[in-house]
């Protein structure tokens, strides 16, 4: 069994949404007037103003600067990665990490892991279970990040998960609203 000792984390940015200006475009070296916004190739919108991201290994210094520097809070849950058969995915930590993605006042928020495929497939995942989507597109967006590493585990973990304790919390979301 192999474990990896990493942690999942939602950052927030509920207190200052404005603290710094955004990047301006360059051509050739000279300002051109113009943001531009080129997020990473592993970056994704899960609803308004959720997003997600595949972090590379290790998690980049440059990214806790960033937080520090722009007021941003950490949410961190800790999650143990491992391989299968020996996931052990814990169900109240998922259900504390969905309280501080359903309280708008965190948002907007980041919601990644280590690798970003298997810890924070299964949060999203099970937010998608709470905004009531089918399983098969739970598990069409979850294959679609994480590709070959997929695991039925964490899909029955999806399959699985109580929501009733949730189900209380107003869901604010983009699919939530008729």
């Known amino acids: 069994m192999k474990l990896e000792n990493s942690e999942a984390g939602i950052c927030s940015a509920a207190n200052d949404r404005s603290s710094s200006p955004a990047p301006k475009a360059m051509a050739n070296g000279d300002d051109i007037g113009e943001e531009l916004f080129v997020p990473p190739l592993n970056f994704a919108m899960v609803d308004n103003n959720i997003f997600r991201y595949l972090c590379p290994e290790p998690y980049p210094e440059v990214n806790n600067k960033f937080l ?42 980041l919601i990644h892991c280590k690798r970003g495929k298997h810890r924070t497939g299964c949060l999203v995942g099970c937010l998608r279970r709470l905004q009531r989507w089918c399983l098969s597109s739970i598990f069409d967006e979850y294959q679609r990040f994480a590709a070959a590493k997929a695991r039925v585990s964490d899909q029955r973990f999806i399959e699985l998960f109580d929501i009733s304790s949730l189900m209380h919390i107003p869901m604010p979301f983009s699919c939530s609203k008729k």
């Open 68 to 109: 520090e520097a722009n007021g941003i809070k950490l949410f961190q849950f800790a999650i143990e990665g491992c391989q299968e058969p020996f996931v052990n995915i814990p169900e109240e930590t998922i259900r504390e990490a969905l309280k501080v993605v359903l309280d708008m006042g965190n948002h907007p928020l």
